[in-house]
C-alpha cells in the first residue's frame, strides 16, 4: 500500500509539473504574439514624442550600442491593458531579445503613460554594473520628477544618459536627506565632552582631583570622501543599423516605479 501511494504521489507531482510548464509555455507564446515589432532602439507606440525628440534620443543610442555594443532600448506605450507592469516590460525585453548574441548586454526603458508607470529592466551581463539599486534611483531621483512635470523627452535624455554612466561605473545616486541628522561636528564635539566629563568624575573618585595634562584618544581618524563625476563620449556611428533579436539573459533584473 505504501509503495502504491508513493508512486500515485509522483504520478501526481510530475503530472502538475508538466501542466505548469505547459501553461507557461503558452502563456509565453501569448505574450511574444501581443508584442509590436520593433521600429529602432526608440520606440513611441503611445506617439509622445516629436519626431525631433526621437531620431536625438534615436542617434545617441546608435552611437553608444556602435561604440560599445550595448544596447539601450526605449518602449512607450499607452496602457498596460490590464498587464502586471513587470510583466509587460519583460515581455519586451525577452521578445525583442536586446544585445548583442556574444555578450547579453541589453538595457529597456519602458513607460506606460496611463498608468504613469516607468521599469528598467537589464540583462544579465548588464546587472553587474547597472545593479537594482541603481536603476531604482534613476527612476526616483532622475524619471519621475521631469515625468512629474510632462517632460517626457528630458525624462528619457536624463535616464540613457544615467544608464551610460552607470555601465561605466560613473553614476553616483543622491543620498537622501533627512531634516533631523545630526551634523558631523555635532557629534564630535558630544564625544569629545563625554569623555571630558568622564575623565574629570574618575579623578574626582579617586581624590586626585582634576589637574589636566591628561590624554584623550580619540577613534579612528576623520576623512573627507570624494568623488569624481564622468562624461560620455559617443562614438560614430553608421548610417546603417543591425537591429536587434541576438541578445537576451533577461532575467528580471532592474526595477520599477512611477510618477
Not at 503611445?46 to 546608435?62: G, T
Not at 496602457?79 to 513587470?86: I, P, T
Amino acid at each position: 500500500m505504501k509503495f502504491r501511494a508513493v508512486n500515485f504521489l509522483l504520478f501526481l507531482l510530475f503530472f502538475t509539473c508538466g501542466l505548469q510548464a505547459q501553461n507557461v509555455e503558452q502563456e509565453d507564446k501569448v505574450s511574444r504574439r501581443e508584442v509590436p515589432n520593433y521600429v529602432g532602439l526608440v520606440n513611441d507606440f503611445a506617439e509622445v514624442l516629436d519626431n525631433s525628440s526621437r531620431q536625438n534620443l534615436e542617434q545617441k543610442l546608435r552611437n553608444y550600442e556602435d561604440s560599445t555594443s550595448t544596447q539601450i532600448v526605449i518602449v512607450i506605450e499607452k496602457s498596460l491593458e490590464g498587464r502586471a507592469q513587470f510583466e509587460r516590460s519583460m515581455d519586451f525585453a525577452r521578445g525583442w531579445k536586446m544585445g548583442s548574441k556574444e555578450n547579453n548586454n541589453g538595457v529597456l526603458i519602458y513607460l506606460a503613460m496611463d498608468e504613469r508607470k516607468i521599469s528598467i529592466r537589464n540583462s544579465n551581463e548588464v546587472m553587474g554594473r547597472l545593479t537594482g539599486s541603481e536603476t531604482e534611483a534613476i527612476i526616483r531621483e532622475i524619471m519621475a520628477p521631469e515625468m512629474r512635470n510632462g517632460n517626457i523627452y528630458g525624462a528619457l535624455d536624463k535616464a540613457t544618459d544615467a544608464v551610460i554612466l552607470a555601465i561605466a561605473g560613473q553614476f553616483h545616486p543622491g543620498k537622501k536627506k533627512g531634516k533631523d541628522l545630526v551634523p558631523g561636528w555635532v557629534f564630535f564635539l558630544i564625544v569629545f565632552l563625554v569623555i571630558s566629563i568622564i575623565g574629570f568624575i574618575n579623578n574626582r573618585r579617586f581624590g586626585r582631583g582634576y589637574r589636566g595634562g591628561g590624554a584623550f584618544w580619540f577613534p579612528g581618524s576623520w576623512g573627507g570622501g570624494s568623488w569624481g563625476g564622468g562624461g560620455f563620449g559617443g562614438g560614430g556611428g553608421g548610417s546603417g543599423w543591425g537591429g536587434m533579436g541576438g541578445g537576451g539573459g533577461f532575467d528580471g533584473g532592474g526595477a520599477d516605479g512611477g510618477w
